[in-house]
């Protein structure tokens, strides 16, 4: 199975701050990468696919770059609502397997 | 609106069996893979198994194969999970998810709890 690593694990950031988040893969996926976030007692929802394809509800202060074993997430201008728990996920191969997370606190 | 919704969860003593299921509705269930996801209290995600469209291809993580089954009912737009011989590290929320491929899950149901503990 393919290993996904991301960085950090926890994350202090204040409102209209800028962070970036690493996910970095066991092997090669292409572009094959998503992004999800999660806040506390909810559903992960998908925010970002192909690296850097937003879902129709993420607004565009969120952005994703990288290919073969290395991406980012980065968020610019952090908002209240962006406080949460991000998890990346290769799909190149089943099973599609999850980084341990990173949690965005506010600082 | 897509609309997954998850039921089944419990507490249950290990080596028993659960059969959750997972309702959809608000898109054409039968276009769409399937997949189970969990997470363990305060852990991350887990993808468990998948299902093809048609139920002709399944795939399951290493650690349940053998114990898991995952099935679809496309004539009642369902999706299931049954789990046999639990172990406590199958203790989490277990969530279903429409899979848009490959492996990216665009929707998914608020899930159901499983607890396995003696």
């Known amino acids: 199975d393919i290993q996904m690593t991301q960085s950090p694990s926890s994350l202090s950031a204040s409102v209209g701050d800028s962070v970036t988040i690493t996910c970095r893969a066991s092997q090669s996926i292409s572009t094959y990468l998503n992004w999800y976030q999660q806040k506390p007692g909810k559903a992960p929802q998908l925010l970002m696919y192909l690296t850097s394809s937003l879902q129709s509800w993420v607004p565009s202060r969120f952005s994703g770059s990288g290919s073969g074993t290395d991406f980012t997430l980065t968020i610019s201008s952090l908002q209240p609502e962006d406080f949460a728990t991000y998890f990346c996920q290769q799909g190149y191969t089943t099973p599609g397997t999850f980084g341990q997370g990173t949690e965005l606190e506010i600082k | 609106e897509v609309h997954l919704v998850e039921s089944g969860g419990g507490l249950v003593q290990p080596g028993e069996s659960l059969r959750l299921s997972c309702a959809a509705s608000?898109?054409?269930?039968?276009?769409?893979?399937m997949s189970w996801v969990r997470q363990a209290p305060g852990k991350g995600l887990e993808w468990v198994a998948n299902?093809?469209?048609?139920?002709?291809?399944?795939y399951y993580m290493d650690s349940v194969k053998g114990r898991f089954t995952i099935s679809r009912d496309n004539t009642k737009n369902s999706l299931s999970l049954e789990m046999n011989s639990l172990r406590a590290e199958d203790t989490g929320v277990y969530y279903c998810?429409?899979?848009?491929?490959?492996?990216?899950?665009?929707?998914w149901g608020q899930g159901t709890l499983v607890t396995v503990s003696s």
């Open positions: 998810a429409r899979d848009v491929g490959p492996n990216t899950l665009d929707f």
């Open positions: 608000g898109f054409t269930f039968s276009s769409y893979w």
């Open positions: 299902t093809k469209q048609d139920g002709s291809e399944k």
